[in-house]
């Protein structure tokens, strides 16, 4: 049994084609005028994604402009996203592991061609606009899947678009595309695999499968939550086959079609952490790495929570999912009905598991004290709310029944979005979005952010040195020094290949200067701090302070005397 039912057609008969118009010769001039009306507005169906992209685009774009040069908002990981990218090109040690082994690295690798502009645009590093413009796309992009996922369900035009507008004004969604985050490349991921699969369902071809695996494998390389993700697509894949009644080669096979795209890019993941910093889980156990912050003291909001026990885990997850996006588990209950109705309750159930992925791991992270408390970890809801709702409505036969559904899905959907934007704007949830959502409200800048504060630091900290010696900084905390420094080969930072050995002895490689933050919450993980913990106090006796630079993390610029200590 397919996965829902095609559309239904008009029959041809003697007195009407295919589509239930009249032969053209009992149309007449009028009715062949008409019939050139409908097929041009049937060819601008077929244009219908470009204009949702170019729309979207153009809106997140716009409020990406706002909260950048309006609000002064400047997402902290974006910059550090975009410095990546920069390190790669412009860096006094350029090179491709520059682009760093803690992130997965797609999000900096798309960077590259716009932080290349930077000399022409030079916004685009020194206020991070490079990363916004790249969420902006994958904003738009996420739109046109949405779109599709609607009209393979047989969703009409109308309530289409309007399902579509209800994605693109979700609060949480326009954030996101606009801020340079990477969360909104993930959704788009998340949706285009989730568009394959249930195309696959409804007709299985081995193609999809391929593309499948590698719209996974992609996904793996922009956040580590679509690990589990690709082990939930695997069991979907397998339940599918086995209630086929696939036989043992041929469900292996096609089990491996989707399955190598996504070993290999895990393998090549691995296997770069391994040859280059000799630790094939560096990018978990390394010093600049998650479990790292969550060991230091992190403090205030952010701190990670701990609840011992698996359901209590579970239920917070839970909770924290419906007061994000209430429509989730409403769509999630409406999906197992119609599908135990048409009898594919393994089917149904299997989808719905999937889209559970991130909040499995969130769940095993909470369990273990791993995870600091944000907004955007459960942001998956809402991507898969709308693939949970083009299943429902694909499992409902007839167009008024469809169009009925939609209808309700629709106002659920709008409502889910007051929710968001309530759960943004309470301090309590969102931790990360409430500050710039009330901005916005009030249509007032931010308190001057102090990213934009260390974004200018450079010209400032490249004066006090006329003889512009080298300074050396990790750029764990300083990459947008880095960014806005009109001279950023004149900083070792942590990417460079003498990097470990210039900071254990500085004098050797003509290091004048080292830029450090102050021992604090994450600070304790900056190099500087963790080779010579007196230092920012006292210089260490061997360093004397030039200037105190004044900013949130308080960096210090001290100046080489005599040789480090051994």
């Known amino acids: 049994m397919s996965l829902w039912e095609p559309i239904e057609a008009v029959a041809a008969t003697p007195e009407r084609d295919a589509v239930g118009r009249p032969p053209a010769e009992l149309r007449g001039p009028h009715a062949r005028t008409l019939g050139t009306m409908a097929a041009r507005l049937a060819r601008g169906l077929c244009r219908e994604s470009p204009a949702i992209f170019v729309v979207s685009l153009g809106l997140d774009l716009g409020a990406?402009?706002?909260?950048?040069?309006?609000?002064?908002?400047?997402?902290?990981?974006?910059?550090?996203?975009?410095?990546?990218?920069?390190?790669?090109?412009?860096?006094?040690?350029?090179?491709?592991?520059?682009?760093?082994?803690?992130?997965?690295?797609?999000?900096?690798?798309?960077?590259?061609?716009l932080v290349a502009l930077k000399g022409w645009f030079p916004w685009l590093v020194n206020r991070g606009f490079a990363g916004n413009i790249e969420t902006a796309y994958f904003g738009a992009a996420s739109a046109v899947v949405i779109g599709l996922l609607l009209r393979d369900a047989g969703v009409g035009r109308a309530l289409r678009l309007g399902l579509v507008a209800a994605w693109a004004a979700n609060p949480m969604v326009l954030l996101y595309s606009?801020?340079?985050?990477?969360?909104?490349?993930?959704?788009?991921?998340?949706?285009?695999?989730?568009?394959?699969?249930?195309?696959?369902?409804?007709?299985?071809?081995?193609?999809?499968?391929?593309?499948?695996?590698?719209?996974?494998?992609?996904?793996?390389?922009?956040?580590?939550?679509?690990?589990?993700?690709?082990?939930?697509?695997?069991?979907?894949?397998?339940?599918?086959?086995?209630?086929?009644?696939?036989?043992?080669?041929?469900?292996?096979?096609?089990?491996?079609?989707?399955?190598?795209?996504?070993?290999?890019?895990?393998?090549?993941?691995?296997?770069?952490?391994?040859?280059?910093?000799?630790?094939?889980?560096?990018?978990?156990?390394?010093?600049?790495?998650?479990?790292?912050?969550?060991?230091?003291?992190?403090?205030?909001?952010?701190?990670?929570?701990?609840?011992?026990?698996?359901?209590?885990?579970?239920?917070?997850?839970?909770?924290?999912?419906?007061?994000l996006y209430p429509a989730y588990p409403l769509c999630a209950l409406v999906a197992l009905a119609l599908a135990i109705r048409r009898r594919q309750a393994w089917a149904g159930l299997a989808v719905v598991l999937m889209t559970t992925s991130a909040f499995l791991l969130m769940a095993y992270l909470i369990h273990r004290g791993s995870l600091a408390l944000l907004l955007r970890y459960f942001m998956s809801a809402i991507p898969f709310a709308f693939v949970l709702a083009a299943y429902s409505l694909g499992l409902v036969r007839g167009r008024v029944a469809r169009a009925a559904g939609g209808a309700a899905l629709f106002a659920l959907l709008a409502i889910s979005d007051a929710a968001s934007l309530g759960a943004m704007s309470n301090p309590g949830m969102g931790l990360a979005e409430h500050a710039v959502v009330a901005s916005a409200l009030r249509n007032r800048a931010l308190p001057t952010d102090s990213h934009l504060q260390e974004l200018r630091l450079g010209p400032s900290i490249l004066r006090l040195d006329p003889r512009r010696r080298l300074i050396l900084i990790d750029t764990f905390e300083g990459g947008p020094i880095i960014l806005g420094s009109p001279d950023p080969r004149l900083f070792v930072v942590t990417s460079d290949l003498d990097f470990e050995a210039a900071l254990n002895d500085p004098q050797a490689y003509h290091v004048g200067y080292f830029l450090v933050p102050a021992p604090v919450g994450v600070g304790r993980l900056d190099a500087i701090n963790r080779r010579y913990p007196g230092l920012w106090s006292d210089g260490d006796g061997f360093a004397t302070r030039v200037a105190s630079l004044g900013t949130p993390l308080h960096w210090r610029l001290y100046r080489i005397t005599g040789p480090a200590p051994q």
């Open 178 to 323: 606009a801020n340079g985050m990477s969360d909104i490349i993930l959704m788009f991921f998340l949706l285009l695999s989730s568009l394959l699969l249930l195309r696959w369902l409804r007709g299985p071809r081995d193609i999809l499968l391929v593309g499948i695996g590698v719209t996974v494998a992609t996904a793996t390389l922009v956040r580590y939550e679509a690990i589990p993700f690709a082990f939930l697509v695997l069991a979907v894949i397998g339940v599918a086959q086995w209630r086929g009644g696939a036989r043992g080669r041929e469900l292996e096979a096609r089990l491996l079609l989707y399955g190598l795209p996504v070993a290999f890019a895990v393998l090549f993941w691995v296997g770069t952490n391994a040859i280059l910093m000799h630790d094939p889980l560096y990018f978990l156990n390394g010093a600049y790495g998650n479990l790292s912050q969550t060991q230091v003291a992190l403090g205030g909001q952010q701190a990670p929570m701990r609840l011992e026990s698996w359901p209590a885990a579970a239920g917070f997850v839970a909770l924290e999912v419906a007061r």
């Open 64 to 113: 990406a402009y706002y909260l950048v040069f309006r609000l002064n908002y400047l997402a902290g990981d974006a910059l550090s996203r975009v410095a990546n990218a920069f390190y790669v090109l412009f860096s006094r040690d350029p090179h491709l592991a520059a682009i760093g082994l803690i992130w997965n690295p797609l999000p900096s690798f798309l960077d590259l061609p």
